[in-house]
């Protein structure tokens, strides 16, 4: 893939959160989440690509854009896999909480794992940790193998991981052995980063997401030497046929990074909503502007971008009026 995509996508999430920004605190997080959808649908018809949707906002019948086989990019130039999420923490935004943003990941075609919705186990760590952690050893032998790795004690290492109920035993655990716990309202994807940007502090990511998530945060680990794990966990036998049909043969294995996206040649971009762990949000100037930070990657070069932007609100086509 061309370099000059890094640019171009890094445009189609600034867009996202640009749009869905305005409706936060609101209350109303489907406002958000369309805003968001359809400014990413709009700015994806300028790009050179032949798109296909891998990773999106659901099946056709139930999401009205960004669905999952949908054609997107001006379909002229190289056959890309799209993993969207163009606003990744919904409930985030509606309640003027931390870490929303909108993310994107394009490979060539092929590269990406088609996740079914459901959730993912997850074990995520920054380079310091790629490969010495195994999503298969019981939390208490992790701990004890990062801090061993890292060269700290275990009271000094930070986990995070989403505030759910689900996690009481694995927070019971964490607790008990005396890590320390950041918890997250919602936004895994940033979870799963953090641990890869040593300014968050954050040594660990562990517990379970959406699976769709998932592979959005493997692409971003992929340009930064980190490394996610993966197991997905099918609730019922639906789930368990879902993974079948989308080509997983053995749905409680472990997914590896090459699994979830098997190339080297991976772009991703996400720009802050609200203030995040390692991107700020959208901020509002004066004189009718607004203020973006995104990351923008790319596996191949591992160069990673930090793209401060000042857009000029009345040349944006896709601001919606809010009320
Ligand atoms: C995560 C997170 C999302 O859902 O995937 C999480 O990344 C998992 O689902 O932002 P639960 O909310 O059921 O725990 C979100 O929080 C919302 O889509
Ligand atoms: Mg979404
Ligand atoms: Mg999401």
């Given at each position: 893939m061309e370099r000059e995509l890094a640019l171009e996508i890094v445009r189609v999430t600034e867009a996202a959160a640009l749009a869905s920004?305005?409706?936060?605190?609101?209350?109303?997080k489907n406002e958000a989440d369309g805003a968001a959808t359809s400014a990413m649908r709009l700015m994806f018809d300028s790009v050179s690509i032949v798109g296909?949707?891998?990773?999106?906002?659901?099946?056709m019948d139930e999401a009205p854009m960004l669905y999952i086989g949908e054609r997107v990019g001006t379909l002229d130039g190289p056959e890309v896999d799209v993993a969207v999420d163009p606003l990744e923490g919904t409930e985030i935004v509606s309640k003027g909480l931390n870490n929303a943003l909108s993310v994107l990941a394009i490979a060539p075609k092929g590269q990406l794992l088609h996740a079914p919705d459901m959730y993912m186990e997850k074990l995520a760590v920054g380079p310091q940790l790629r490969g010495k952690l195994s999503i298969t050893d019981p939390p208490e032998v992790t701990i004890e193998k990062a801090a061993k790795a890292l060269g700290k004690p275990v009271s000094d290492l930070t986990v995070m991981i989403l505030d759910r109920d689900r996690h009481k035993e694995l927070i019971g655990t964490l607790r008990s052995i005396g890590v320390r716990i950041k918890f997250l309202s919602d936004g895994d994807v940033v979870g799963a980063i953090s641990p890869s940007f040593p300014e968050t502090g954050i040594d660990l990511y562990m517990g379970s997401g959406g699976a769709p998530e998932g592979v959005l945060a493997a692409a971003a680990l992929k340009c930064l030497e980190g490394e996610l794990q993966g197991r997905l966990m099918p609730a019922d036998e639906a789930e368990w046929s879902r993974c079948i049909e989308m080509g997983i043969s053995d749905p409680l294995s472990v997914l590896f990074m090459d699994d979830m996206?098997?190339?080297?040649d991976v772009i991703f971009a996400a720009t802050g909503v609200t203030p995040g762990e390692f991107l700020g949000g959208v901020r509002y100037l004066s004189d009718q502007r607004a203020e973006t930070h995104s990351i923008v990657m790319r596996a191949k070069t591992q160069t990673v971008r930090h793209v401060k932007a000042t857009h000029f609100?009345?040349?944006?086509?896709?601001l919606q009026s809010v009320r």
């Open positions: 920004a305005p409706w936060m605190g609101r209350g109303n296909t949707v891998v990773i999106g906002e659901g099946e996206v098997g190339t080297g609100l009345p040349n944006k086509p896709y």
